[in-house]
Each structure stands twice: as structure tokens, then as C-alpha cells.
């Protein structure tokens, strides 16, 4: 049995640290959870507010799941 994966972005609030942006993606593409975050922090640093407004807009906009 195999189980059926969400087809749009999500929220994984479980897994988060602040807002389970960086987790709900991770788990989306399958990707570790670490290197999410740490592409996260040098957009941050590399873009300055507008990687903090895109952040922020996801948080606000995203699904909640949270298995």
C-alpha cells in the first residue's frame, strides 16, 4: 500500500521550528530538513526582506498539515 502524497506546498507545523515552513517543503520534495533551512538562511542573508516577506507570505498562505 502506498500513501498518497499531498500534490501542493504545506505547512508540516509538527515538524517546525517556527512556523513549519522549511519542514512542509523538505517533506514535499524529500529533501533533508537541515538543508531547507540552510538554503532559508542564506537567501536570507543574500536578499535581505525579501526572502523574510516570501517566508512570512507562506507561513500566512500555506495549508496547515500535521501528521
Given amino acids: 500500500m502506498t500513501i498518497e502524497r499531498n500534490k501542493s ?3 508540516l507545523t509538527a515538524a ?4 513549519g515552513v522549511c519542514a512542509g517543503l523538505a517533506d ?3 529533501q533533508p530538513v537541515l538543508m531547507v ?3 532559508a ?3 536570507l ?3 535581505g526582506l525579501l526572502a523574510l516577506a516570501a ?3 507562506a507561513a500566512m498562505l500555506l495549508p496547515k ?3
Avoid: E, F, P, T
Fill in 45 to 47: 542573508l543574500c536578499s
Fill in 55 to 57: 517566508y512570512v507570505a
Fill in 9 to 11: 506546498w504545506y505547512r
Fill in 16 to 19: 517546525g521550528k517556527i512556523s
Fill in 28 to 30: 514535499y520534495y524529500q
Fill in 37 to 39: 533551512r540552510v538554503i
Fill in 65 to 67: 498539515c500535521y501528521y
Fill in 41 to 43: 538562511v542564506v537567501l
